[in-house]
């Protein structure tokens, strides 16, 4: 889902964009679209957020964008530029504009390196600064989310995962990029400290003007700070809306359940348990036809099962994918 944003063209804009791998069953081999004709668009300092569960394509489409895995089909352009075509060298300098920051801050830190050494280590494979250059933007940067400029010299074990969190951030931002991936920043850590992360992340926004992919599972976690929110669902993209819109007046049942999902944000209120949505017996994926959510979805009729659904615009930046509104 995608829609021309009036102004200056978008940061990002991602295209019909299809990742597929073969998965391997027994004796036989199917292919499987992990993202499946996704399109999009991110504008400089804004926050888009895909959300959905597990398995739904989301950090495959961030993982892609970053050309850490190649995409099977499609376009995504950054700042006029095809990613997907650009050579090693190319490459290679566009990392300093996207940046991610990832679920296990730990994946991105060498234990056997001081934290100082890995948040400068972008400086250092890109050749920018000399050592006191590179030691007092460290300092600078540490000092911004957290921590002392003598906490440089400490190593990953000696902190918290949120302090870890911190530290990924730091690392994220040591280029100053111009759009930071945000790959489930906040699922692995406590509530208290999912906020803590979440404002950190929305007061550096705003002190330099970058934008964010953040993917998330849990809608209640980007209500606060995503600008538009897309939903995915088995590799589709089955709605979009901005934030507010989306919460008021979600269209998809997929999105409805997601939302009924999200606890109570009063320890008190009480309120009837969602119910995941139960299989259909007339479902079947493995055919490619269809509807992604027809098989659980409570409105399905039998050309849900044959036709892909089209997109419609619902109201301003409002699209969704589903039969009931074709």
Known sequence: MDQNHPGSPPLLSVRHLTKTFKVREGFRRRRVNAVDDVSFHINAGETYALVGESGSGKSTTGRTLLRLIDATSGRADFAGRDIFSLSAAALRELRKDIQMIFQDPLSSLDPKRTIGYSVAEPLLIHGIGDRAERQDRVGRLLTRVGFSPADAKRYPHEFSGGQRQRIGIA???????????????????????????????????????????????????????????GVMYRGRLVEEAPTDTLFAAARHPYTQYLLASIPPSHPGLRIAPARPPAANAGADRTSGRGCVFSGKCPHAAAHCFEQVPVERILGDRHHVACHLFS
């Open 171 to 229: 690392k994220a931002l040591i280029l100053n990029p111009r759009l930071i991936v945000c790959d489930e920043p906040v699922s692995a850590l406590d509530v208290s400290i999912q906020s803590q992360i979440l404002n950190l992340l929305l007061q550096l926004q705003r002190e330099n003007n970058f934008a964010y992919l953040f993917i998330a599972h849990d809608l209640g976690v980007v209500r606060h700070i995503a600008d538009r929110i």
